[in-house]
């Protein structure tokens, strides 16, 4: 008997359970926002900063692509991700583009890379045309590019009455660099912050001189490094509605350097000095005047101050004298004593062979001490150079006979050493050679002062 098997199959069967979701509806891309506070951001070196951007409207697309880019990649890099990294001063452009299908949108800012700073400390400013006394101000430094500098602060309000400043902004700093050339240059011009006269709407302003006109451009080269650590600017002052003052004379000393200038607290006269050899000189003809009296009088034990071509006994009236604010005062011997500021000393005779010796001894010395040039000494000006920084200057002298003589050929300054009863030992230069003259003279002649450092 044969077996019928019967193969039954048996169908398994699965179901699953499916929910349907409404695709989303993203609205178009209409729109791309930067999100910076400031059209143009300022950044120093090695200052990062995370950049973003917002989409109009915010759900505008589930396809959305951001890119990045710097218009100057040596300025700013920019990753992909917003990251932004200043590397190099100078300026640059960030562009970001939202990218949905065939539609671009682009957002853009400005960024300017600016130098660190270190402060070098204080050092000491003035301004010769303004007279406005000493300013120390704290100088810095650039940690990227050594060769630029600022000045903080070198016109503070204190140092005038407050109705006096321009509506500025007052410049509070000046940043100056070293051209390749050598010399020192800045932006166009600083605001002194000051109103000439006082007078509301003319600014005082220190142009570099090509950016005043372009005749000017010549003068650029005389702002320079004096020394490793003095600066002199010759900027050109112009007034506004009044117009230019020409070149003038402003001076910086960087910290750590000997003073370059001393103010004199009996009246707050300002001084040049130089360092020559070992001796701290003024490098002006002193002006401390606390009296005045005219040529005729004389005296050789009762001190008295002349100024030369004036015959009077007001001060105010001798100081307003072109000859004072050029030459300074005439002394006669127990003047000069006791004329230098606290600090400062009339030379000795020793101490002026020091100085003369320095420069190579009497023969040659006397070039080397005198302004070169004929703005104030006679022609020929023998031998002038003034490499010591001396830059003495003919004011003349006032003689036995109660008169002024030579001025712009002669000068003559007076040591602390007597040379007898009435006499006293001095040097003296002439326009028409290039020694100095060792001697003595009689203690009631008129002669200028140099001052040395105690």
Known sequence: MKKLIVLFSTAVMFFSSCQFMETPYFPPLNGLVLNTENATMIFEITE???????????????????????????????????????LSIGESIITVRAISGDKTLTATCEVEVI??????????????????????????????????????????????????????????????????????????????????????????????????????????????????????????????????YGLQDVYLSLPGAPDLFIEDDRDGKVYKTVTIGEQVWMAENLAYLPSVVGPATESFTEPHYYVYGYDGTNVTAAKGTTNYNKYGVLYNWPAALTACPEGWHLPSDAEWTTLTTYLGGESVAGGKMKEAGESHWTSPNTGATNESGFTALPGGYRDGSGK??????????????????????????????????????????GFSVRCVRD
Request: glycine residues 8%; aromatic residues 16%; proline residues 5%.
């Open 404 to 445: 002024f003589y030579s001025i712009g050929l002669y000068g003559g300054w007076w040591s602390s050493t007597e040379g007898g009863t009435n006499y006293a030992w001095s040097r003296t230069l002439y326009y028409s050679i290039g020694n100095v003259y060792r001697g003595t003279n009689s203690k009631e002649l």
């Open 115 to 244: 130098s660190q700073w270190e402060s070098l400390g204080i050092g000491q400013f003035y301004d010769a045309f303004l007279d406005l006394g000493l300013v120390d101000v704290e100088v810095q430094q650039s940690i990227v590019n050594r060769n630029k500098y600022r000045v903080i602060d070198p016109y503070p309000v204190a140092l005038v009455s407050q109705d006096s400043w321009y509506g500025g902004p007052r410049s509070e700093e000046i940043e100056f660099w070293v051209t390749s050339e050598g010399t020192v240059a800045w932006d166009e011009f600083w605001y002194i912050g000051l109103n000439y006269s006082a007078t509301e709407g003319q600014p005082i302003k220190a142009y570099l001189p090509s950016a005043l006109a372009a005749s000017q451009a010549p003068n650029d080269a005389n702002s320079k490094f004096l020394t490793d650590n003095t600066v002199y600017f010759s900027p050109y002052y112009y007034v506004d509605s009044l117009g230019g």
């Open 48 to 86: 990062s900063m995370q950049l973003s951007a917002t989409i109009v409207p915010l759900r505008s697309t589930d396809k959305l692509i951001l890119e990045w880019e710097s218009s100057d990649p040596l300025v700013v890099q920019i990753d992909q991700n917003g990251v932004m990294i200043p």
